[in-house]
């Protein structure tokens, strides 16, 4: 007789349209923290939080073959204009198509909620960020972005 039930089978197959579980808050911290992503001002506990507290469909999370994360991105749609953030890969798995993949499935998202224009922000002085986001289909909206804290994460 053959065992069939032996192989190992992650919960989700890669690649990323899982949203995010509670337990792994801490390991896509750690992510966010590894590419940079984390500010002292942005609380990320308060980040996933108010996230989970809105529409937790849209913090998609992308885990290898043991189902641990490796890439992240959190949509947000106000009704007029639908936003990235968070979008992140693992260093290790970068150049294979993941970023693409959560930024389509992103878009997928957002279409079905009747979202006209996907934005994003590019902190300044990342030139090679900007031209990967232009392959993908991104153009300058030739816009200064402005904004004004409401509440204090320090
Ligand atoms: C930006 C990031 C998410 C890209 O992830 P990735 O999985 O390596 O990207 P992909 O493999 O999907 O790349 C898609 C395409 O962009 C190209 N590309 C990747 N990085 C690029 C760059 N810096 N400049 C130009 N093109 C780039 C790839 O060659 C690929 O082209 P192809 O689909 O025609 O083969 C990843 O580099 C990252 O996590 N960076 C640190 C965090 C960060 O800065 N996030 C953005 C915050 S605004």
New binding site residues.
């Given amino acids: 007789m053959v065992a069939l039930a032996t192989a190992f089978r992650p919960r989700r197959p890669f690649f990323a349209h899982s949203p995010f579980r509670r337990e792994e808050r801490d390991a896509v911290i750690a992510l966010w923290q590894r590419?940079?992503?984390t500010r002292p001002w942005n609380d990320p506990v308060r980040d996933i939080e108010r996230k989970l507290s809105e529409d937790p469909a849209l913090l998609l999370i992308g885990a290898d073959e043991l189902d641990r994360p490796i890439?992240s991105a959190m949509v947000g749609y106000d009704g007029h204009r639908g936003w990235l953030y968070y979008?992140?890969?693992d260093t290790q798995?970068?150049?294979?198509?993941?970023?693409?993949?959560l930024v389509e499935r992103a878009e997928t998202l957002l279409i079905e909620r009747g979202c006209p224009k996907l934005m994003?922000?590019?902190?300044q002085g990342?030139p090679?960020?900007e031209?990967?986001y232009h392959?993908?289909g991104f153009s300058d909206s030739e816009t200064v972005t402005l904004g004004k804290r409401l509440i204090r994460d320090e």
């Fill in positions: 590419c940079e992503l890439a979008l992140a890969v798995w970068r150049g294979r198509g993941y970023g693409r993949a994003l922000m590019v902190r990342q090679s960020l031209r990967y392959q993908l």
